[in-house]
């Protein structure tokens, strides 16, 4: 069956599109990493200065998914500190660089 397109949200209410104005400063966070690149990275002693995990919910349904992930943030828990994006991002956000929007939103890789 063909999906049925969501109703457009009124203009102004959440939800619907926006535009950012100046001077808005829109801080770009060091990239996430999945389960596997966070086992990895906790073992490298090479691992970049700030590490953002994610996972899913999923991966603490599969017990071996479950145990990487929690050995992978006790092993990251002991060799850096933790904190919340609002820190990170107070931190980052006075030393980030500023490069045109229009720099970060072009598209990277090869192109298809």
């Known amino acids: 069956p063909a999906a049925a397109a969501a109703p457009a949200a009124a203009p102004g209410a959440p939800g619907a599109p926006a535009a950012a104005v100046p001077p ?4 770009e966070l060091p990239t996430t ?10 073992l490298s002693p090479a691992a970049p200065p700030t590490l953002h995990c994610y996972f899913h919910d999923t991966d603490l349904v599969v017990p071996a998914r479950a145990h990487a992930l929690a050995v992978a943030l ?3 828990g002991r ?3 933790p904190l919340d994006l ?22 990277t ?3 298809r």
């Open 109 to 111: 890789g090869p192109p």
């Open 33 to 42: 990493h999945s389960l596997g690149m966070t086992a990895r990275a906790a």
């Open 86 to 107: 609002d820190e990170l991002a107070a931190a980052e956000g006075r030393v980030a660089p500023e490069r045109p929007f229009a720099d970060l939103a072009a598209p």
């Open 74 to 76: 006790a092993v990251l």
């Open 24 to 27: 808005l400063r829109l801080l």
């Open 79 to 81: 060799r850096r500190r």
